[in-house]
């Protein structure tokens, strides 16, 4: 038993397409005001110049930013918006509006297809004319993930992949992978437990919640976010990009360089936990009892040195999920009391304490 897990439907890249049509240009200024982090699938960037033409460097910008989220899981390219490094991250710290909007954005919409090999021919751009401006204001482009890639920049020569926080030159073994092996990963969340304190019949350990490697192909810098975040923590120091990021949630990013090979594992997020056991005696037949009796009173789950005499279970969290190549995944666990129970048991029995 592993707690009671639903898959969502994948995350649909075009939601924050949407909702700039939607809010429009007070979008850019909310993103600012909140001073929103570049992610896997959203990058910020700003032309060499006003606007109006494009130069040698603006095209690079554009195909580089382009190729990397085309080979990795998709996403949206802003132009206009100005970014400050904080932390290791980019954020949006103000804008610097695109003039003569139309005719840049036609500009771009018209190299676009010329900067690529092969072509990616799902790509879409959008205007937004900024509040009180006339013709001045932001360019969206929309890059789904791509069947077809890997794309190769044809203004660079070379491949581009988006990471967690940026886009860098992919390797060749990388490259290859994309040319010749499935073209998407696969992952599945599971949570297990490690005991690893006693006293009489209480136990304190943690939760984990690990991506394990499901498909024919190794999976590179997976990633995890867990909503609501109290009490989540990375597993490890110094191996996760930890960020509190919005809605009440925690990211845990593994780094570019990490690997998840087929069918093993990689802990990401855990958990304090632990279960006291109300009865003395041989903690086997203590297990089969309640299991047998489904009371509820035979046990407390909570952690180890909690000295409150209430049950605290996780409850409803939902996850999210995925990989530089693996395409994002949701889902919500359901961890009562009961469900805590039965994984805390599986480990209790294996327990050598």
């Known amino acids: 038993m592993i707690g009671v897990f639903y898959l969502g439907e994948k995350l649909p890249m075009?939601?924050?397409?949407?909702?700039?049509?939607?809010?429009?240009?007070?979008?850019?200024e909310q993103i600012i005001a909140d001073r929103e982090e570049e992610t896997l699938h959203l990058e910020f960037k700003t032309l060499a110049q006003d606007g109006?033409?494009?130069?040698?460097?603006?095209?690079?910008?554009?195909?580089?930013?382009?190729?990397?989220?085309?080979?990795?899981?998709?996403?949206v390219l802003i132009i206009g918006i100005e970014t400050k490094r904080l932390e290791g991250v980019d954020v949006a710290i103000g804008k610097r509006s695109v003039k003569q909007l139309q005719r840049t954005a036609n500009l771009i919409r018209a190299q676009i297809p010329e900067m690529f090999s092969p072509r990616h021919s799902g790509i879409k751009l959008l205007s937004v004319i900024e509040a009180q401006k006339d013709d001045e204001g932001f360019v969206v482009i929309d890059v789904p993930a791509s069947p077809d890639r890997p794309h190769y920049s044809n203004v660079h020569h070379q491949y581009f992949r988006r990471g967690a926080d940026r886009t860098r030159v992919m390797e060749h073994g990388e490259i290859r992978d994309l040319m010749f092996a499935t073209r998407h990963g696969s992952l599945k969340v599971r949570t297990s437990t490690q005991i690893s304190m006693r006293s009489g019949n209480k136990f304190g350990g943690s939760f984990l919640l690990s991506v394990a490697n499901a498909g024919q192909l190794p999976v590179r810098a997976p990633y995890l976010k867990v909503s609501p975040s109290s009490g989540w923590q990375a597993v490890g120091v110094g191996l996760l990009d930890v960020r509190q990021l919005r809605g009440n949630t925690v990211g845990?990013?593994?780094?570019?360089?990490?690997?998840?090979?087929?069918?093993?594992?990689?802990?990401?997020?855990?958990?304090t936990s632990g279960i006291e056991l109300m009865m003395t005696g041989d903690r086997s037949e203590i297990i089969s009892k309640i299991c047998e009796t489904r009371d509820d009173k035979l046990f407390r789950i909570k952690p180890f040195e909690e000295?409150?005499?209430?049950?605290?279970?996780?409850?409803?969290?939902?996850?999210?999920?995925?990989?530089?190549?693996?395409?994002?995944?949701?889902?919500?666990?359901?961890?009562?009391?009961?469900?805590?129970?039965?994984?805390?048991?599986?480990?209790?029995e294996n327990a050598s304490f």
């Open 252 to 271: 845990l990013y593994a780094k570019n360089d990490q690997l998840v090979h087929v069918d093993d594992e990689f802990h990401l997020a855990r958990r």
């Open 307 to 348: 000295k409150n005499l209430s049950d605290i279970s996780f409850g409803t969290f939902r996850v999210t999920f995925g990989a530089e190549n693996v395409l994002p995944d949701t889902g919500t666990f359901e961890l009562g009391k009961w469900e805590m129970f039965e994984i805390l048991a599986e480990s209790l």
């Open 52 to 75: 109006g033409r494009l130069t040698r460097d603006d095209r690079k910008m554009i195909a580089e930013a382009i190729a990397g989220l085309a080979n990795a899981e998709g996403g």
């Open 14 to 28: 075009e939601s924050r397409v949407d909702q700039i049509r939607a809010l429009g240009a007070s979008y850019f």
